[in-house]
């Protein structure tokens, strides 16, 4: 029921309601089972064992058990150890992010248990907010939150602040008027909304809808009816992980029978002796496992956990908390950034801008509540018969200002931006009470749009009406204007001029009031015959490093969309202002387009105003359908289930409501728009390292792969054994690859448009690079390896063995060390950048001359390298690394890898 297009008396009937008496005992219990109680329906806690499961569903981690499994069975504990450590490591650290998130969630929840003041069997109660049922009579006042959607049966000067329900950012007037048609939320008069706040006045009202009918509880509701869905990078995670198991394991098996027909073994399958054929083809059964093993990139899931975590760290350094993990790589991916205006782009803290008094307009500096800032008209400074419009804005006021850690307001955020540019001209509250005593007020009313206070002068005792509101009722009361303190006669020419400038500044979107004063007279009417004294017009202003930021988001090829349910002119004027560009558009007026024209408008629209929550879900999926990587922001309800819908949801830390907190995948701790940006430049940095360790990882375990396989087609002896190959895979797939993950980011992330949103993790380029060096590495181990052969084939055969798999083992390991920073050079990052990454390497080389120099070697089987051998192995690797250099250097030339 639209409750709003209808007379009060006519809503007390359909809920069958006295108005006088209330609702009786019997009737609250009937309608508390029809309607259950005053409450959102509790979102289902998060079960930690769940959390810990959730943390193995990835088609790589499938492999790696896979693995597991197949090293059991291969009676590979050492290796099985290792396997299982990697997959616990990123279980638990995963899980222990996810669950401090949560905790940090509720941490963040303000707990107040609310009450209510009802009439009920003709008498008035106090009760808990929970047991209110429709058709409840409810008393509101200043101060009051409103517990249920109530349509207002009477009310005296009711304000009600709507914020975080519709991205108003001033407090709306309410009224008793029926409305004649459908209106949006922020538009409906008569009506007041759980969740909201009452600033000013009082009011009787009936409660038309509770707990999940509410406006609240309908976007409770959209936020359930939300999926989640898998974030740019788990994605590209997952189709790596089939394409890379598939792979794998077609590789090794046509390694296993290629080896067992090689040797024969497959003669006893065929002759029904499956038990010897077992016997026989357990050593290629061990090396396909053990080439599985070094295929697989099971140091994959660790270092996109670590590199995350890391990002999560360090974000949260500058105040972003992120409650999933991989959150922090689809900031990297962001293409478009829809914002809210309130609390988000702006302060949510009206300030005054400008002042218009003795024939003079002053710019007032500073922002929000912050009490500093020089009140100038270009080089001319404030005299003392400038300060009365001052005064006035500070006497004629019920606001307060409250100083502690964080400057904060009581009352009504207009009267506070009065109160703030009061102290800046030198008008303190310390003065105001010392001078001046409140002796009577005529409150503000929507009718009259104005306020009156009478004060007593505590020097002259003489007494003073002080008068505040709308620019064209106050100039009505005006007879004389006071002008460098000479009161004059106020002419037509100066009523024109000053109606003039009011409506010029309104136009730039700032909320403008007129005051007033005059001598008290008894007998007199309070507002009539006032003298004009001048207009302050405010705005709520821009966070202070919003524009660069946005500046920045236009660089990095990221474009920022505005979604308010503020009024249009203000939306417009505030975008104009911090630099984002594009056509504006009400959002009634945007559902009301086809699917396929708000697809089009979208291309150059960037101010939606007036917006619901439904218009900000269907603009975040048609972008989403467009390709786009969606961030959404916001703090109010209102943005709660775009939020929740955007690939990025990011919520308010400070202003920000419960459900949208609970809502998103990331936090801003000091509300602050540049953390986003700042954010984004972290996440795209975190996909560049995970882009680093797959392109080193994969062109060395190709290489591995390929050593092996045209070893056993040569029908030369295997260049290494299973333990060599396991011990390949710790040595360079450990520290080294662990050490990509705090490696710097390229100075120019930031220059640069988002990555293709439908491209995988590797691109063009990155493919041709593995194959690239992959094949350098095959030919120039197999190539030392046959000279290894031939130079040393008067060897003893056990001798003999030993050292050309120690060669080929030990020249592999090299070229792999060399490749790091063949890769890191396409980022144009030196030798000694990464100080973890030269410890890690050193690490490296010293455990492989523990296995070939100490007793270690009899257990992998290794051989005393000379000298000589040694020359040859650097020689290569560093003709490999050169090569490397030269290939990356051509491919950079050439357009088609770059695309």
């Known amino acids: 029921m639209e409750y709003y297009t209808q007379k009060s008396e006519e809503v007390l009937a359909s809920f069958n309601v006295n108005y006088s008496l209330g609702l009786s005992e019997d009737e609250v219990k009937k309608r508390r089972e029809h309607y259950g109680l005053n409450e959102l329906k509790a979102k289902k806690k998060i079960n930690p064992f769940i959390l810990f499961l959730n943390q193995f569903k990835s088609f790589i981690i499938y492999i790696l058990i896979f693995a597991l499994v197949l090293s059991l069975i291969a009676g590979e504990i050492a290796d099985s150890i290792s396997i299982l450590a990697i997959l616990l490591f990123n279980a638990v650290f995963g899980f222990i992010q996810e669950f401090k998130a949560e905790k940090a969630i509720e941490a963040l929840k303000k707990l107040s248990g609310l009450h209510a003041l009802v009439l009920r069997n003709g008498n008035q109660m106090m009760i808990d907010v929970r047991e209110i049922v429709p058709g409840d009579i409810i008393f509101l006042e200043e101060g009051s939150k409103v517990p249920a959607d109530a349509r207002i049966i009477e009310h005296f000067n009711l304000q009600v602040s709507e914020a975080s329900l519709t991205g108003e950012s001033v407090p709306v007037s309410k009224k008793l008027d029926v409305l004649q048609r459908e209106v949006p939320l922020a538009e409906r008069s008569n009506m007041v909304f759980a969740g909201t706040v009452v600033t000013r006045g009082r009011a009787t009202l009936m409660v038309v809808g509770t707990g999940m009918s509410t406006e609240i509880g309908k976007i409770a509701g959209m936020i359930d009816s939300v999926e989640e869905e898998m974030t740019p990078l788990q994605k590209k995670l997952e189709t790596m992980g089939h394409k890379v198991g598939i792979g794998t394991l077609l590789i090794c098996t046509v390694i296993f029978f290629i080896g067992i027909i090689k040797d024969g073994d497959i003669t006893h399958l065929l002759n029904g002796d499956i038990?010897?054929?077992?016997?026989?083809?357990?050593?290629?059964?061990?090396?396909?496992?053990?080439?599985?093993?070094?295929?697989?990139?099971?140091?994959?899931?660790?270092?996109?956990?670590?590199?995350?975590?890391?990002?999560?760290?360090?974000?949260?350094?500058?105040?972003?908390?992120?409650r999933k993990l991989p959150s922090v790589e689809t900031l990297g991916e962001t293409t478009v950034i829809c914002c809210d205006k309130t609390g988000t782009l702006t302060k949510?803290?009206?300030?005054?801008?400008?002042?218009?008094?003795?024939?003079?307009?002053?710019?007032?500096?500073?922002?929000?509540?912050?009490?500093?800032?020089?009140?100038?008209?270009g080089a001319k400074s404030l005299k003392d018969s400038d300060s009365l419009i001052f005064k006035i804005g500070a006497l004629c006021n019920n606001a307060s200002i409250i100083k502690g850690d964080k400057i904060s307001i009581t009352g009504d955020p207009t009267e506070a931006a009065l109160l703030v540019s009061a102290q800046k001209a030198g008008f303190t509250p310390e003065q105001a009470k010392a001078e001046w005593k409140k002796i009577g007020e005529d409150s503000f009313d929507p009718v009259r749009k104005m306020m009156s206070t009478i004060h007593r002068n505590m020097n002259t005792h003489k007494e003073y009406v002080f008068t505040k509101g709308a620019p064209e009722r106050v100039l009505a009361k005006c007879d004389r204007i006071i002008i460098n303190g000479k009161i004059r006669k106020l002419n037509q020419k100066q009523r024109e001029d000053i109606t003039s400038l009011n409506t010029d500044l309104a136009t730039t979107a700032l909320r403008v009031l007129a005051f007033a004063y005059k001598e008290h007279r008894p007998k007199e009417k309070n507002e009539s015959k006032l003298i004009f004294v001048g207009l302050q017009g405010m705005i709520d202003p821009p966070h202070s490093q919003v524009a660069e930021s946005i500046a920045s988001c236009k660089k990095a090829g990221i474009r920022v969309i505005m979604i308010t349910g503020d009024n249009l002119h203000t939306a417009e004027a505030i975008a104009h202002e911090i630099g984002i560009e594009g056509s504006a558009m009400d959002g009634i007026s945007f559902s009301q387009l086809s699917e396929q024209d708000q697809q089009q408008t979208l291309q150059n629209t960037s101010v939606f105003a007036r917006v619901e929550p439904q218009h900000k879900m269907a603009i975040v999926t048609l972008l989403q359908r467009q390709g786009h990587i969606v961030a959404m922001t916001g703090d109010g309800v209102n943005d709660a289930p775009a939020i929740k819908k955007a690939n990025l949801g990011i919520a308010m830390g400070i202003t920000g409501t419960d459900v949208t907190k609970e809502a998103s995948d990331m936090i801003l701790r000091d509300d602050n728009f540049v953390t986003i940006v700042n954010s984004v430049e972290q996440g795209r940095g975190i996909y560049e390292n995970i882009q680093k360790f797959v392109n080193y990882l994969f062109s060395c375990n190709v290489g591995e792969v390929t050593v092996i396989l045209f070893a056993i087609l040569f029908g030369w002896p295997l260049p290494m054994t299973a333990v060599m190959l396991l011990w390949l895979n710790l040595v360079t797939d450990g520290l080294p690859a662990l050490a990509l993950s705090v490696d710097p980011s390229s100075q120019n992330l930031m220059d640069r448009p988002p990555r293709k949103v439908n491209g995988g993790i590797m691109d063009r380029s990155?493919?041709?690079?593995?194959?690239?060096?992959?094949?350098?590495?095959?030919?120039?181990?197999?190539?030392?390896?046959?000279?290894?052969?031939?130079?040393?084939?008067?060897?003893?055969?056990a001798i003999f063995l030993d050292k050309i798999q120690t060669i080929a083992f030990t020249s592999i390991i090299m070229m792999e060390l060399a490749r790091l920073q063949a890769v890191r050079a396409e980022y144009k990052l030196g030798l000694f950048s990464n100080k973890y990454l030269i410890i890690a390497v050193a690490s490296s080389i010293i455990l492989q001359l523990v296995v070939i120099y100490t007793p270690l070697s009899k257990f992998f089987g290794t051989a005393l390298l000379s000298g000589f051998d040694w020359s040859m192995i650097l020689g290569a690797t560093l003709v490999v690394f050169l090569l490397n250099l030269l290939g990356a250097s051509i491919r950079r030339r050439i357009p088609y890898f770059n695309q």
């Open 275 to 322: 038990r010897f054929f077992l016997l026989a083809a357990k050593d290629w059964l061990l090396v396909a496992v053990s080439l599985a093993v070094a295929a697989v990139p099971e140091g994959l899931p660790a270092i996109v956990t670590i590199a995350l975590a890391i990002g999560v760290m360090k974000m949260l350094r500058q105040n972003a908390l992120i």
């Open 348 to 377: 949510n803290e009206m300030t005054v801008r400008k002042v218009y008094t003795n024939n003079t307009m002053f710019d007032v500096q500073g922002s929000g509540y912050d009490l500093t800032g020089e009140i100038k008209a």
């Open 766 to 797: 990155m493919i041709f690079s593995i194959i690239y060096v992959s094949t350098l590495i095959t030919i120039a181990v197999l190539g030392l390896f046959w000279w290894a052969m031939q130079y040393y084939q008067a060897l003893p055969q």
